[in-house]
T-cell receptor
Framework: ETGVTQTPRHLVMGMTNKKSLKCEQH?????MYWYKQSAKKPLELMFV???????ENNSVPSRFSPECPNSSHLFLHLHTLQPEDSALYLC????????????????FGPGTRLTVL | DQQVKQNSPSLSVQEGRISILNCDYT??????FLWYKKYPAEGPTFLIS?????DKNEDGRFTVFLNKSAKHLSLHIVPSQPGDSAVYFC??????????FGTGTRLQVFP
């Protein structure tokens, strides 16, 4: 497996469910990101992890909970979501030599298409 | 307020002709600009970038132009091919800050 992978590719959940999105990068990068893409809106950065530490949380509601157990894996835990949270959730990774993630070239996974009923 | 704007949601170009995708930005602190390409059911893939110290960067059929005084950049694809049909996102960052993306332009290259 190469690049950035995400599972599941599609997810349908009710508002009371708890689910998790998984991202894995095989590029040896030291920073990972979660983005949300809603229809006709720009990609919205949600969380940034550098060297497994969260360095940015972009005012994301607490019903989204990220976890980065190591530099290759990133999870997004979901609970009590709302229908407006339906979107494409993209994971990305990058390599920054300083160890501090910046707006550098990021490599994206294919995304998880989430539908909240 | 959107700092990176792609005002054309779609563009249609004949195969073999030039495709020009435009992007405007408002933050004068942006010093690094990227273009990403996205096919349906796939994540964005990095295409080409340019630093603010340059005004042009070329990679094969793809050339990005940066006009700092106008806060404008453009992506030229020549010659356009049907496989270039995708959504193109412009993104920018200011030094150590996060990437800010535009809303994307859907390019359709027809035979």
């Amino acid at each position: 497996e190469t690049g950035v992978t995400q599972t599941p590719r599609h997810l349908v959940m009710g508002m009371t469910n708890k689910k998790s999105l998984k991202c894995e990068q095989h590029l040896g990068h030291n920073a990972m990101y979660w983005y949300k893409q809603s229809a006709k809106k720009p990609l919205e950065l949600m969380f940034v992890y550098s060297l497994e530490e969260r360095v940015e949380n972009n005012s994301v509601p607490s019903r989204f909970s990220p976890e980065c157990p190591n530099s290759s894996h990133l999870f997004l835990h979901l609970h009590t979501l709302q229908p407006e949270d339906s979107a494409l959730y993209l994971c990305a990774s990058s390599q920054d030599p300083s160890g501090s993630p910046r707006g550098d070239t990021q490599y994206f996974g294919p995304g998880t298409r989430l539908t909240v009923l | 307020d959107q700092q990176v704007k792609q005002n054309s949601p779609s563009l249609s170009v004949q195969e073999g002709r030039i495709s020009i995708l435009n992007c405007d930005y408002t933050n004068s602190m942006f010093d690094y600009f990227l273009w990403y390409k996205k096919y349906p059911a796939e994540g964005p893939t990095f295409l080409i970038s340019i630093s603010s110290i340059k005004d042009k960067n070329e990679d094969g059929r793809f050339t990005v132009f940066l006009n700092k005084s106008a806060k404008h950049l453009s992506l030229h694809i020549v010659p356009s091919q049907p496989g270039d049909s995708a959504v193109y996102f412009c993104a920018a960052s200011a030094h150590t800050d996060k990437l800010i993306f535009g809303t994307g332009t859907r390019l359709q290259v027809f035979p």
